[in-house]
């Protein structure tokens, strides 16, 4: 698999597999209609990269090269492990990645570099799923709302109760990121989210407004540990980070 095309909607036809693994030292080519697509719904469960590198091209792009969505009594993954994502980005909110109702993601020294979007979270979008990074970094990403890099919000299932989402940040870089029109140069947070950051550095990120590096709406609480904040600006308050009545400008110290 060198190229990808069109959408893949994995298990959506009796001849596509419920669960993708691609593994090899490799580069697959996204172009602008393609992305892989894991659905629970459709029976999906799991998308996994190993030693991958998904290369965009610079047309525009309606979505991300990557989407997964889950239900409370079903299950669907994706994980990325020692891999990239170059180049991408999407009208829609996740320049790289959308992951919305209760669906997880796993990225273990991931490197995504000059993702985009047009809305919400330059390189991904978490709405009402969970995350766990680790060892990764984001690197020149922008969102032209909230997130340079990463957008997190609840997913709306009315009547019924929204599911929240919640990340868990370790040993990441964010570099050069910024948010074009909004908060949040690097990380945004609303709609009850919650994220715990642990020994991440956020370097000459940018916003518009609130939070040069991170902006936590209020309703949202984030849980800062060891972590470095370099050269971040913001034309509003909170150069550094923003959380609700709070605004902070620490440079070249740890938080």
């Known amino acids: 698999l060198d190229e990808l095309e069109l959408p893949l909607n994995l298990c959506s036809h009796p001849w596509l597999p ?25 029976g999906c469960s799991q998308v996994t990269l ?30 990325l492990f020692r891999s990239s994502i170059v180049g991408c980005s999407s009208d829609a909110d996740g320049g790289s990645i959308r992951a919305f109702s209760m669906a ?4 273990h020294n991931v490197i995504i570099r000059n993702s985009s979007s047009q809305s919400k979270g330059g390189a991904i979008a978490l709405v009402g799923a969970s ?16 997130g340079g890099c990463i957008w997190m919000s609840k997913f709306e299932r009315y ?23 909004s908060g949040g140069g690097a990380l945004a947070l609303e709609g009850s989210s919650s ?11 940018v916003a ?4 040069g590096a991170i902006q936590v709406a209020s309703g949202s609480s984030i849980n800062i540990s ?24 620490i440079q070249r110290q740890h938080l």
């Not at 792009?61 to 409370?72: D, H």
């Not at 997880?104 to 990225?107: D, F, G, K, P, V």
């Not at 929204?162 to 990121?177: D, E, K, L, Q, V």
């Not at 518009?208 to 939070?211: M, S």
């Open 18 to 42: 419920c669960a993708l693994t691609v593994q090899g030292h490799g580069s697959i080519k996204v172009n602008r209609e393609a992305s892989i697509i894991c659905d629970s719904s459709t």
């Open 208 to 211: 518009a407004t609130k939070g």
């Open 50 to 79: 190993v030693d991958v590198e998904l290369a965009c091209g610079d047309n525009p792009r309606a979505m991300g090269p990557l989407q997964v969505s889950a239900s409370a009594i079903s299950h669907a993954s994706i994980s």
């Open 131 to 146: 995350m766990n990074v680790t060892n990764s970094a984001f690197e020149h990403c922008y969102g032209n709302d909230m």
């Open 226 to 249: 060891r972590c470095t904040f370099q050269s971040n600006s913001a034309r509003g308050v909170g150069w550094c980070l923003q959380h609700k009545l709070v605004e902070f400008c």
């Open 104 to 107: 997880n993601l796993e990225l």
């Open 195 to 205: 994220a715990n950051v642990t020994s991440a550095t956020f370097h000459k990120c």
């Open 159 to 181: 009547p019924n109760l929204p599911m929240y989402a919640s990340a868990r940040i370790t040993h990441c870089n964010f570099t050069g990121s910024f948010s074009r029109n």
